[in-house]
């Protein structure tokens, strides 16, 4: 079973930037498709992001798109989620997470979470 560590989180004033890691442990990396969630308070959990296995494929929430940028590097086990033009509304915790097949109710395996916050 893979296991998720997130990183790279912290507190920008909007308009900046901020790239998230999420390093994952096992050999099996490169089989499975990646996401990105984020949860702010007293709010449900969002889907944020998705990459293919080989991150040739990405979808991004509307709320993101055009700001937000998912990768992966398999070689390295790890997923990075590039956060550009940053709002006060993108503060939650975020969550990577790992599934076999593309969709929402797929994700099986979850970091700790990393907190972001925007301040204006």
């Known amino acids: 079973q893979v296991q998720l560590v997130e990183s790279g989180g912290g507190l920008v004033q909007a308009g900046g930037s901020l790239r998230l890691s999420c390093a994952a442990s096992?050999?099996?990396?490169?089989?499975?498709?990646m996401g990105w969630f984020r949860q702010a308070p007293g709010k449900e959990r969002e889907f944020v992001a998705a990459?293919?296995?080989?991150?040739?494929?990405?979808y991004y929430a509307d709320s993101v798109k055009g700001r937000f940028t998912l990768s992966r590097d398999n070689a390295k086990n790890t997923v990075y989620l590039q956060m550009n033009s940053l709002k006060p509304e993108d503060t939650a915790v975020y969550y990577c997470?790992?599934?076999?097949?593309?969709?929402?109710?797929?994700?099986?395996?979850w970091g700790q979470g990393t907190q972001v916050t925007v301040s204006s």
């Open positions: 997470a790992a599934a076999d097949r593309f969709g929402a109710t797929n994700y099986h395996t």
């Open positions: 990459i293919s296995t080989s991150g040739r494929t990405t």
């Open positions: 096992g050999r099996t990396f490169d089989t499975y498709v």
